[in-house]
């Protein structure tokens, strides 16, 4: 069996590696600086943006043409996520077609950096021609594409990144964050909650990690219940036809006083068990979640506590239950 060898670094690779660091530094330098920048220039434009989108009764029509065609992509996915229907529209299919994708109902946000770019033109001319609402993301004020626009949100006059001033970097950089910026003052006009988010995540980390207990727990029948009074041998019954381990103890009022677990009958078994009540081997003051609460917390609580099992209750009073074993299934670890 052979070993790999290793590979001396040489002074050329260290040179080379210090000249990399530059690059990256520069890059991010002017990358950051143009957000600085573009932040400071922000004015009541990108308000009256905000708020003629929020106006917008069908959907968000992003479109670009070449790397600001990517950006409009990604901010179209991200506009749609976060409660503002929204899709992408490739500016030079638009001439032979995609058009009919936009109505008079849509609103249109155009990237393009300078302003200028022919495939655009038709576009604009369709949304002049049928009074639909146009923003322009540029780093031309006076182009083309701002002139015949309602509002115009400028990009910031920092060069590109790339050492010829060429290849699109710190103009999409701007981009992309001035489409972030438009997408959380839309969600947070729109009062977008945790709750939207999930309906609209549902599959992968996201959806799992914004579950809510609610999503998970059991509830009518299922849940385990029994009262003071109640002799050890009915608890039993109770906690063996519902399977959770459990019973819960309630008042006659309905609220929760205690739990009786399967480690309560092993510390209090004796000759005369069954004939115990409920109360006397209950544990008070159980580990409790509402049901607005995150499957992820209650997995926490459980596992801090070293517990399989909690009731979901509303002012006190059971409504629910839910299982270490629920949240494990649901892919939240």
Do not use: W
């Not at 069908?58 to 479109?63: E, M």
């Not at 990604?74 to 229907?85: F, M, Q």
């Not at 083309?144 to 309602?150: E, G, K, M, P, Q």
């Not at 006083?257 to 006397?280: K, N």
């Amino acid at each position: 069996m052979t070993k790999a060898k290793k590979t001396k670094t040489t002074s050329n690779d260290s040179i080379e590696d210090l000249n990399d660091l530059t690059v990256a530094h520069r890059v991010l330098k002017l990358e950051a600086e143009a957000l600085i920048s573009m932040s400071s220039a922000l004015d009541e434009s990108f308000s009256n943006a905000v708020k003629t989108l929020l106006l917008v009764k069908g959907r968000v029509v992003v479109t670009g043409m070449g790397k600001s065609g990517h950006i409009a992509r990604k901010i179209s996915a991200t506009l749609a996520s976060t409660g503002t229907p929204s899709h992408f529209v490739h500016p030079a299919e638009a001439s032979h077609g995609d058009m009919g994708m936009i109505t008079r109902e849509d609103g249109v946000v155009a990237l393009s950096n300078s302003g200028e770019t022919p495939e655009l033109i038709d576009l604009i001319d369709y949304c002049r021609r049928y009074g639909i609402p146009l923003i322009a993301i540029t780093g031309r004020t006076t182009s083309t594409l701002a002139n015949y626009s309602d509002f115009t949100l400028g990009l910031p006059g920092i060069s590109e990144a790339c050492p010829m001033g060429l290849a699109p970097t710190t103009s999409t950089t701007s981009m992309l964050a001035m489409g972030d910026a438009l997408a959380v003052a839309l969600l947070e006009r729109r009062n977008f909650s945790i709750d939207n988010f999930q309906v609209l995540h549902p599959g992968g980390k996201l959806g799992q990690a914004l579950l809510k207990v609610n999503d998970l727990m059991h509830a009518g029948e299922e849940l385990p219940l029994t009262n003071p009074n109640a002799l050890m041998n009915d608890v039993i019954l109770t906690m063996t036809n519902k399977m959770f381990g459990c019973a819960g103890v309630v008042d006659s009022n309905g609220i929760l006083i205690g739990i009786v677990t399967d480690g309560d009958l092993r510390r209090h078994m004796s000759r005369d068990f069954r004939s115990t009540t409920a109360a006397e081997v209950m544990t008070k003051f159980p580990k409790t979640i509402r049901t607005e609460s995150l499957a992820s917390e209650a997995l926490g609580v459980m596992n801090e506590n070293a517990i399989t099992v909690m009731f979901v209750v509303d002012a006190d009073k059971p409504i629910g239950i839910i299982h270490l074993h629920d949240c494990l299934r649901a892919g939240i670890a």
